[in-house]
């Protein structure tokens, strides 16, 4: 069988498992606003567009019907995941009022929400609870500024852009360890890295957001640091990949379990980061073997197995290897991505 047609057949068991879910857990449930249901939806975007299947494009059509309007109901960065699928439907079907409420949220991100006191955007959630005062987390670059830089590219209003880039290099700067490599999240009041873990699926948000946003923009000031950026952390990767294709849940400790989700993100960056001439071919292939691993990881059913639960910045080493495992809509998501 041809690697392109395996692909496809993985695609297809891996997002026909979320339109034929039954669960209403939190980890697949779709039916509601907020960066889970975001990122699946994602990956049936981008399963769409690698299959053309109608039923994937029909499946989004009627998802963004029935919530569009709860994109209003808690504005936050997390919650703004599923505008990213949104757009990229509107850029299909035309759909005017899909961009005007793509604009109303950008335009909050952009103007009124909160930042650290190092200008970075808060890391702000659905769920109750205290926050988290000053902290910039990696998932924001996917949450946010992705769909930032599309906007900016499909209305031409720089202002989009330009609010994503500066994030971008913000949070590249401030989360970087120095050797190629990023920790979960950056605390400004207190100037560290709190527990300075380097979380497998946060390097897989930066790795994929950073190669996207340099596909989707222009020159622009500091590209040549974000470049720089994205080729010393396809190196950094490299180095701790897991003799099976595989990343673990921490890159660099061995004894922690791998994570698929956070491979899946890490392929699909590398990839993308190839295809657009920033990485060299030696990253391809450690692409293909992530690759690999992620399609074993695949159930006959089509769940995605190894994938951790939602895991905020934990407070040691010891806490992020107890996180637990299930089939989530991101890791089915980020596997239709890495596969597409």
């Known amino acids: 069988m041809k690697m392109e047609e395996m692909n496809k057949q993985c695609i297809e068991k891996v997002i026909d498992r979320i339109l034929q879910r039954k669960e209403t857990d939190w980890n697949m449930d779709i039916e509601h606003f907020d960066w ?11 399963a769409w567009e690698s299959t053309k299947e109608p039923k994937y494009l029909n499946f989004l059509n009627g998802w963004i019907d029935r919530h569009l309007e709860e994109a209003y109901a808690q504005k936050t960065v997390n919650s703004t995941a599923p505008l990213l699928t949104v757009l990229s439907v509107y850029a299909v079907t035309k759909k005017e009022h899909l ?8 335009q909050y991100i952009i103007h009124d929400a909160p930042l650290t006191i190092d200008g970075g955007l808060e890391h702000t959630v659905t769920e109750p609870g205290p926050g988290f005062s000053d902290q910039m987390w990696a998932d924001t670059l996917f949450m946010v500024c ?3 830089t599309k906007l900016g590219s499909v209305t031409g209003k720089a202002e989009y852009t330009a609010f994503a ?29 709190m527990s300075a873990i380097r979380w497998g699926r946060a390097n897989g948000w930066i790795i994929y957001s950073t ?17 720089e950026a994205l080729s010393r952390h396809a190196a950094a990767l490299c180095r701790v990949q897991d003799l099976d294709g595989g990343y673990h849940t921490i890159l660099d400790d061995p004894t922690s379990y791998i994570e ?26 450690a ?3 992530a690759i690999g691993a992620v399609v074993a990881a695949i159930a006959e059913n089509g769940d995605v197995g190894s994938v951790s639960t939602g895991t905020p910045v934990m407070p040691d080493a010891d806490a992020y290897k107890k996180i ?3 089939p989530t809509l991101y890791g089915q998501g980020l596997a239709a991505v890495a596969l597409s």
């Open 211 to 227: 190669a996207k946003i340099l596909q989707l923009s222009k020159n622009f000031d500091g590209r040549d640091k974000a470049e």
């Open 324 to 326: 637990g495992i299930c």
């Open 36 to 46: 889970v249901p975001g990122v699946g939806l994602y990956g049936i975007f981008c």
């Open 165 to 193: 880039q500066k994030q971008l290099l913000l949070h590249l700067k401030l989360l970087s360890d120095g050797n190629g490599l990023f920790y979960h999240g950056y605390n400004g009041a207190q100037k560290n890295h």
């Open 146 to 148: 992705i769909f930032l």
């Open 260 to 285: 698929i989700s956070a491979t899946a993100a890490i392929a699909a960056g590398m990839k993308l980061g190839n295809e657009i001439g920033v990485l060299k071919g030696e990253v391809r292939s």
């Open 287 to 289: 692409a293909e073997r």
């Open 99 to 106: 961009l005007a409420v793509c604009e109303d949220l950008a």
